[in-house]
């Protein structure tokens, strides 16, 4: 045994199949352990810091070799059996086998690294770092989306397994709220009870007319959607029978959604209503939200309440605030409650829509919307901000906005961020241009999985 904790073998040349014993010590920003040997970096799934375990090779590349955990040698103290029985087939969870204040604690260490190692922050500036847990880490999703296919003459659905797009059919969802899983409980029944005029989708040959299933609840209304992406057109018999499929789950709206578009993106442009208004609420804290099929909307409700009123305490009291990357308005319902005046900025029109009614449902009139892309409205704004909230996807910002940022001469950046590395990419922009890292703080806002939510506050 070498110092690194790998055992050197007669056919130590790492290839598919061999295994290795190997200690882990950290977590990868996909959920891996990561062991570090003197033959590279091996990338664990299943493995937890702290443990030492035989793992098989599966994969190598170029920089890092792939390998899965055949048996723990010694345990970390937070492993757990998982709650799930589809876990470690189904791709939706990365880390069940984890207890959850050691959830907790290893997304702290994503946030912490990425802003070291990436954005190349000084280490002790993140010693207290702690991520905000979530107020429910079970049952806790308001939205799914079931991808559907054909096989061997049946309609199936589920979720996709990990890293393929081959699926996991499965009956029920820990994570989802309770009432997404009766809908989704009802569609199966009908799905396996009759035969329809209509196949699942093929996205190899793009054939097929039903895609994807998708439930949206309400946390704290109790009201439901419930939408089917179809591909192309559909006869009147497909229709009334998908009518008829999707009144099994009693939904307050049905909607069809139309994506004839090749490849794996959800949702098309186009979205008509076959029962109710196609539209839901939600409130968070003491906001009523609308919103419908494509909109977006953060996914843990309870979880969402604590970052929006963190981040608009963030704003330090400003009164002239830009919001970039708005969406449906519900962060800048938080905002507006303490600004003057608000400039908000989203792309996508239909939620820009929503955005204005939500504003007015809660009897905001200090917000101007925008509907554009953020680096081409910034560029022509002409305004005088006192803080720049940012809450781009997962790409991060253009170079173009954080240039902008700077050249309005804002003291205050506001960023939330669903990427640790893409914040710490455009933090590190932001620190060359002379703003100082105020404060990071990290929200749990996807127990189960490995993915996390922060705030990172950038001053003049």
Not at 69 to 94: D, F, L
Not at 233 to 252: E, F, I, M, Q
Not at 333 to 351: D, H, M, Q, W, Y
């Amino acid at each position: 045994m070498n110092g690194k904790g790998v055992i050197i073998t007669s056919s130590s040349r790492n290839n598919h199949g061999e295994i290795l014993t190997l200690t882990i010590t950290g977590i990868n920003s996909e959920g891996a352990g990561i062991s570090r040997t003197e033959s590279g970096v091996v990338f664990v799934h299943g493995a937890l810091p702290g443990e030492k375990v035989r793992a098989e090779i599966v994969a190598r590349k170029k920089d890092f070799t792939v390998a899965d955990v055949t048996s723990i040698i010694e345990s970390s103290h937070g492993r757990v059996i998982p709650k799930c029985k589809y876990y470690g087939r189904c791709g939706g969870c990365q880390l069940q086998h984890a207890d959850y204040a050691t959830q907790l604690q290893l997304k702290a260490g994503i946030v912490r690294d990425a802003m070291t190692r990436l954005g190349g922050f000084p280490q002790e500036i993140f010693d207290g770092l702690e991520c905000e847990p979530s107020p429910n880490f079970w049952g806790y999703r308001n939205k799914a989306a079931f991808p559907v296919q054909s096989l061997h003459g049946r309609i199936v659905t589920g979720f996709y397994r990990a890293g393929t797009h081959r699926l996991e059919f499965i009956r029920s969802c820990p994570v989802n709220a309770k009432r997404l899983n009766e809908i989704y409980s009802k569609i199966l029944d009908g799905l396996n009870q009759n035969h329809y005029p209509f196949d699942g989708y093929n996205e190899q040959t793009n054939t097929g007319k039903l895609r994807h299933i998708i439930a949206r609840t309400g946390i704290n209304t109790g009201e439901s959607l419930l939408s089917f992406v179809i591909n192309g057109k559909l006869s009147a018999k497909s229709v009334k029978a998908l009518a008829s499929l999707g009144n099994l789950a009693r939904p307050d709206t049905l909607t069809l959604n139309h994506n004839s578009k090749p490849g794996n993106v959800i949702l098309g442009n186009y979205t008509e209503n076959l029962t109710g208004t196609g539209l839901i609420t939600e409130r968070l804290g003491k906001f009523l939200l609308t919103f419908g099929t494509a909109s977006f909307f953060q996914v843990n409700t309870g979880q969402a309440e604590k970052l929006f009123s963190y981040a608009s305490s963030m704003a330090g009291g400003a009164k002239n605030i830009l919001e970039l990357y708005s969406g449906a308005g519900a962060l800048t319902c938080f905002l507006a409650e303490g600004a003057k005046n608000i400039s908000s900025v989203e792309e996508f029109r239909p939620a820009v829509k929503m955005a204005v009614k939500n504003l007015a449902a809660n009897n905001f009139g200090n917000v101007r919307t925008f509907c554009g892309k953020s680096e081409d409205v910034i560029a022509d704004l002409r305004d005088s901000y006192d803080a720049v909230v940012l809450d781009p996807p997962r790409d991060g910002c253009e170079r173009s906005v954080i240039e902008a940022v700077n050249d309005f001469g804002v003291k205050r950046v506001v960023y939330v961020s669903c990427n640790p590395a893409t914040l710490a990419r455009d933090c590190k922009i932001l620190a060359g241009k002379g703003y100082r890292l105020e404060n990071v703080r990290a929200f749990d806002m996807f127990p189960q999985t490995v993915h996390v939510e922060s705030v990172a506050v950038m001053v003049k």
